[in-house]
């Protein structure tokens, strides 16, 4: 089975984040950038189904040439092969854009299932694996704890608030998984020397038969039109008991709406 799995570097979601006040993108250039966590558990799935039925992996990246280093990162977890998008026009590229030029990435590796987390944390919008079924006219099987492969069918079982739901698809098709479905593994010291010998295919826009209008700040479909850091967290309201401390307790409960 021919497996392609997307992978976002962002920035660390335990250091401080922030906007770049030039033009109200995140800030990646002095960020600790690091691969997207949910995009560690859709590593972890793919090696794992390669293991069990064979078959190959290979990791798609966009995003500049630091990017390079979350590549490798996920090749020394065990895949066989990284794509890296990479253009200078791609800056600020809405996930309209951004799902434009995966799936035109996508169209030339003809992968049989395509793997990705559910989210970004520099993003939280849940919305590419959905934007990317359309544009390739395969299944999307989204928020996945649990997958199976039987053949050419998948079956997962989709996390929802309430349990889960099971859903079926054909390949090709497009998965996206949760933190619930496996325990990523660490990479090993051979795996990590390995991966500086791994192939790494760059594509820029051209490759892919995208104009440069269509993405970036200039394509975006929506953008950032201001925002403020978070406000310095206040002193809280101290109540001394004096005998009405519990009138006063609720009195103050009534005015922040909690009662």
């Avoid at 026009?89 to 996930?95: D, E, K, Q, T």
């Avoid at 496996?182 to 390995?194: D, L, Q």
């Avoid at 206040?234 to 001394?240: D, F, L, Y």
Wanted: proline share 4%.
């Amino acid at each position: 089975m021919n497996i392609v799995v997307l992978v976002k570097q962002v920035p660390d979601s335990g250091a401080e984040r922030a906007l770049n006040s030039s033009d109200n993108t995140v800030e990646r250039g002095s960020a600790n950038n690091v691969i997207n966590e949910m995009d560690e558990y859709a590593i972890e799935e793919a090696l794992k189904i390669k293991e069990a039925h064979g078959g190959e992996v290979t990791i798609l990246t966009m995003g500049p040439e630091r990017a390079s280093e979350s590549i490798r990162k996920a090749l020394s977890m065990g895949p066989d092969k990284a794509v890296h998008v990479q253009d200078e026009a791609l800056h600020g590229s809405c996930a309209v854009a951004t799902s434009k030029v995966l799936a035109a990435a996508l169209g030339t590796l003809n992968a049989d299932l395509i793997i990705c987390g559910a989210e970004s944390t520099d993003g939280r919008v849940q919305v590419m694996p959905h934007m990317l079924a359309e544009r390739l006219g395969v299944a999307a099987l989204t928020g996945a704890r649990k997958l199976t492969v039987d053949g050419d069918t998948l079956t997962a079982e989709r996390q929802t608030d309430e349990g889960y739901e099971v859903v079926t698809a054909a390949t090709p098709a497009i998965v996206s998984v949760w933190d619930t479905i496996n325990e990523p593994r660490y990479p090993s010291f051979k795996g990590i020397m390995a991966a500086k010998k791994k192939p790494v295919q760059g594509l820029a826009l051209a490759d892919l038969g995208v104009a440069a209008d269509e993405v970036g700040s200039a394509g975006a479909t929506s953008a950032v039109v201001e925002f403020a850091k978070r406000p310095p967290r206040s002193a809280g309201t101290k109540v001394v008991d004096e005998g009405e401390g519990g009138t006063q307790l609720v009195a103050f409960l009534a005015t922040e709406k909690f009662v």
